[in-house]
């Protein structure tokens, strides 16, 4: 990875600009610098690679998932050789725990979970029936996030694990959001306590960001951090793949798009704090969502020390991260606006998780990064002009 190496050669003009050195940046522009291109990636952050950014502490060497942990897991054959390909991937499963009611339990909710707050000693088609004796089985097609979570679990279930914390997590009522949030999290009724059933999971063995370098690492690539992007220097570049928020490339002159943000309370513990990487608190009077502890997302490591966050939500400010976008009726409303304008643009594509206004795992982030990048090199060699949303938003 070259550093500005032609920062101060005034003349020269790249001919693809990368914004952003997160994974959509990197993979995009690796594709595009060994098909012949030269490649400028900037980011407005002293670091590559991200939210997915990892850097060692100084304190007790923990390999530190800056901004929250990130495990990775897919059913993406080409995807899971592609990381390999930069870094290699030990084997990893993330096993959740939750605090609530005084006791710990593990999720998603599965078979250990239901005997173990009901008192039970259930079997699956004997737990299969109990919990569907739970639910409320007058709602027939759940709308909001209560009405599926009552539906499928029942209240005792839901109160204890569901509603206080998502009403941190979101900070609004789960009457308030769509049923989709809860569709993604499973109930098992044997005791498999993974919380991922991707085929190929595991972690990078020195980092993400150790990861990402090695994919910038290329002799047509020159990344530039602490640089912001401007729409002035557009006329600089063939082409923009930009990675940035979308209502940010308009200057956000409709309205802010909504996001939930992160504020991350950091301290280190002598030995092992909690006994596992992730501990969720469900409870509303617990202010913060969970607790991550770093060293037990690289086991085949040993550190004497560790170091462990305490996670807040909260809404996203304008200086703020963005973490998780809203996309309820007010923001889908404006989206549906940015998108249209987004659609006439020539010259630039919007990609990646900020740039197309969306959740998305790593895993998929890197096969649109690597998809996009494709398309750009097929409409170029036809001819034809790239679009500017090579997904649908929407």
């Given at each position: 990875?070259?550093?500005?190496?032609?920062?101060?050669e005034?003349?020269?003009?790249?001919?693809?600009?990368?914004?952003?050195?997160?994974?959509s940046?990197?993979?995009?522009?690796?594709?595009?610098?060994?098909?012949?291109?030269?490649?400028?990636?900037?980011?407005?952050?002293?670091?590559?690679?991200?939210?997915?950014?990892?850097?060692?502490?100084?304190?007790?060497?923990?390999?530190?998932?800056?901004?929250?942990?990130?495990?990775?897991?897919?059913?993406?054959?080409?995807?899971?050789e592609?990381?390999?390909?930069?870094?290699?991937?030990l084997?990893?499963?993330?096993?959740?725990?939750?605090?609530?009611?005084?006791?710990?339990?593990?999720?998603?909710?599965?078979?250990?979970?239901?005997?173990?707050?009901?008192g039970?000693?259930?079997?699956?088609?004997?737990?299969?029936?109990?919990?569907?004796?739970?639910?409320?089985?007058?709602i027939t097609?759940?709308?909001?996030?209560?009405?599926?979570?009552?539906?499928?679990?029942?209240?005792?279930?839901?109160?204890?694990?569901?509603?206080?914390?998502?009403?941190?997590?979101w900070?609004?009522?789960?009457?308030?959001?769509?049923?989709?949030?809860?569709?993604?999290?499973?109930?098992?009724?044997?005791?498999?306590?993974d919380?991922?059933?991707?085929?190929?999971?595991?972690?990078?063995?020195q980092?993400?960001?150790?990861?990402?370098?090695?994919?910038?690492?290329?002799?047509?690539?020159?990344?530039?951090?602490?640089?912001?992007?401007?729409?002035?220097?557009?006329?600089?570049?063939?082409?923009?793949?930009?990675?940035g928020p979308?209502?940010?490339?308009?200057?956000?002159?409709?309205?802010?798009?909504?996001?939930?943000?992160?504020?991350?309370?950091?301290?280190t513990?002598?030995?092992?704090?909690?006994?596992?990487?992730?501990?969720?608190?469900?409870?509303?009077?617990?202010?913060f969502?969970?607790?991550?502890?770093?060293?037990?997302?690289?086991?085949?490591?040993?550190?004497?020390?560790?170091?462990?966050?305490?996670?807040?939500?909260?809404?996203?400010?304008?200086?703020?991260?963005?973490?998780?976008?809203?996309?309820?009726?007010?923001?889908?409303?404006?989206?549906?606006?940015?998108?249209?304008?987004a659609?006439?643009?020539?010259?630039?594509?919007?990609?990646g998780?900020?740039?197309?206004?969306?959740?998305?795992?790593?895993?998929?982030?890197?096969?649109?990064?690597l998809?996009c990048?494709?398309?750009?090199?097929?409409?170029?060699?036809?001819?034809?002009?790239?679009?500017?949303?090579?997904?649908?938003?929407?």
């Amino acid at each position: 990875m070259r550093q500005s190496a032609i920062e101060n050669e005034g003349s020269v003009s790249e001919e693809i600009l990368m914004v952003g050195a997160g994974l959509s940046g990197a993979v995009a522009g690796r594709v595009l610098a060994e098909a012949g291109h030269r490649v400028t990636v900037v980011d407005a952050r002293p670091h590559i690679a991200g939210n997915c950014h990892t850097e060692r502490c100084a304190e007790t060497g923990v390999l530190v998932h800056v901004y929250g942990p990130h495990i990775f897991h897919t059913d993406d054959a080409e995807v899971w050789e592609y990381v390999n390909r930069y870094e290699r991937f030990l084997p990893y499963k993330n096993r959740v725990k939750a605090t609530t009611g005084g006791a710990v339990y593990s999720l998603p909710i599965n078979l250990h979970t239901i005997n173990q707050f009901f008192g039970q000693t259930l079997r699956p088609d004997e737990a299969r029936a109990f919990i569907e004796a739970q639910a409320d089985a007058s709602i027939t097609d759940p709308q909001t996030f209560e009405e599926q979570a009552l539906r499928f679990v029942g209240p005792a279930l839901y109160e204890a694990f569901f509603k206080g914390y998502t009403l941190k997590q979101w900070g609004c009522h789960p009457r308030e959001l769509p049923a989709s949030i809860l569709k993604r999290l499973p109930v098992r009724f044997n005791y498999e306590d993974d919380y991922f059933s991707h085929r190929f999971q595991g972690m990078p063995e020195q980092g993400y960001t150790a990861m990402v370098s090695r994919i910038l690492d290329h002799p047509a690539i020159t990344v530039r951090l602490n640089t912001r992007f401007s729409r002035d220097q557009a006329g600089q570049y063939a082409h923009i793949f930009y990675s940035g928020p979308l209502d940010g490339w308009y200057g956000c002159d409709i309205g802010r798009l909504g996001y939930r943000t992160l504020d991350f309370e950091r301290f280190t513990h002598q030995g092992d704090w909690q006994g596992c990487a992730v501990m969720n608190y469900c409870e509303e009077s617990v202010p913060f969502t969970r607790i991550t502890e770093h060293k037990h997302f690289a086991p085949w490591e040993k550190h004497e020390g560790s170091v462990l966050y305490r996670e807040y939500s909260r809404a996203c400010g304008e200086q703020d991260i963005p973490y998780y976008p809203i996309r309820m009726v007010e923001e889908k409303a404006l989206l549906r606006t940015y998108v249209e304008r987004a659609r006439e643009e020539r010259g630039v594509t919007f990609m990646g998780r900020l740039g197309t206004y969306r959740y998305l795992d790593m895993d998929v982030t890197i096969r649109e990064a690597l998809d996009c990048a494709r398309l750009f090199l097929k409409t170029r060699n036809a001819g034809e002009e790239m679009p500017a949303l090579a997904v649908n938003p929407l």
